[in-house]
């Protein structure tokens, strides 16, 4: 025990470091653009005027974002992709496919939906959503109008092989569907082995179609304790909770330790390219109270029986020491922890076979 609080104060400690040296280093971009892909972890408005429930245009979400209320992040402030746009040195916010013009697409596109996932029918109980093939889809249209933008197909593939692309799907093909046998059948057609393997080749399929798409520096976060989230312990384990909860984060282990394998696999297939997974779960392991987190288990704000915040409700005031804003997704203070992690590992498990400071310098 004594051991493991060491190495988490060593984080902390780390984290205060590299986070002010971070802050004052990135005179020029690291990158011409950021391109992301993704569920509501990383959703900043594509959903607002989707017919749907997986949406965060309403108070008390986005009550930190910069002076900005209700800009369809499903958190108090900033996305873990926000702070790595930040932690590339991008002087701006990478804009939603919904709302990016003209000149916008050269720094990049957010094409993340809530309640997407690799499979299509994933999340279709909250409505509308955008799948990550759907979201392939809205990226062949970004370099289309990227090719006009650079005039040449050759000059737009120079433009897209020097940016980081951000692919981060999954979650929802287990939170919004293998464990919702009301609306799927999922988990009695496949094992959790099955599962994830079904996941995984089709997941292959969609990131190779990225490549072709112009991707090259591709990072690949793993789900995380999916099963640790307060929407798994208290709406989908409601009993047996201890066993349900082991059962959900045994699935995620299994599809995360397919991931690893996957990125192996794209490294060698894809020769050019440079694929790279960020262990997600290992991030989240640890004591979270010597990060200065004191709730672990319930969201920040009051939540509907869908696990999302109340409108117009009022949240905690010590939001720093919450772990979740709602049921489902982190609040700004841990996913600052995630990205900078992510950026720079702190722990060689972080990532793999790097992080995305080392991605980001490669030259192609």
Not at 217 to 233: R, W
Request: aromatic share 10%; hydrophobic share 40%; proline share 5%.
């Amino acid at each position: 025990m004594a051991c493991k609080i060491k190495t988490w104060y060593a984080i902390l400690v780390l984290l205060k470091l590299v986070s002010q040296l971070q802050d004052c280093a990135h005179a020029a971009p690291q990158v011409p653009c950021f391109f992301i892909f993704g569920d509501s972890l990383a959703d900043n408005g594509n959903n607002n005027h989707l017919a749907t429930d997986a949406k965060a245009n309403y108070p008390p979400f986005g009550i930190d974002f910069l002076n900005q209320t209700s800009t369809g992040r499903f958190t108090n402030g900033r996305t873990t992709v926000d702070v790595i746009g930040e932690l590339l040195g991008l002087d701006k916010i990478i804009p939603s496919f919904a709302t990016a013009r003209a000149r916008d697409i050269l720094i990049g596109v957010n094409y993340a939906s809530g309640g997407a996932g690799i499979r299509d029918e994933t999340g279709k109980q909250l409505g509308g959503r955008i799948s990550l093939n759907r979201q392939l889809q809205n990226h062949k249209v970004t370099l289309s109008s990227l090719i006009k933008l650079r005039g040449t197909r050759e000059s737009a593939a120079n433009h897209l092989n020097k940016c980081l692309y951000y692919v981060a799907m999954g979650s929802n093909d287990y939170l919004n569907n293998y464990f919702v046998p009301g609306y799927y059948n999922t988990s009695r057609l496949y094992t959790p082995e099955q599962y994830a393997k079904v996941l995984i080749v089709q997941y292959y399929k969609q990131l190779k179609r990225l490549y072709h798409l112009g991707a090259r520096k591709i990072a690949l976060p793993g789900l995380g304790p999916v099963g640790s989230i307060p929407y798994a312990f208290s709406n989908l384990c409601r009993s047996n909770v201890a066993t349900c909860v082991a059962n959900i984060n045994s699935a995620a282990q299994v599809f995360d330790a397919r991931l690893v394998l996957l990125v192996d696999r794209l490294n060698r297939d894809l020769k050019d390219a440079h694929f790279i997974y960020l262990n997600s779960s290992g991030m989240s392991s640890g004591d979270p109270s010597v990060l200065g987190f004191k709730v672990v288990d319930v969201g920040c704000c009051p939540v509907r029986s869908d696990g999302q915040c109340i409108p117009n409700s009022n949240p905690c005031k010590n939001r720093t020491e919450y772990v979740f804003w709602d049921a489902f997704h982190p609040t700004e203070a841990l996913n600052q922890i995630t990205a900078r992690r992510s950026y720079t590992a702190f722990l060689p498990s972080d990532a793999y076979p790097y992080d995305i400071s080392h991605l980001v310098k490669i030259k192609l």
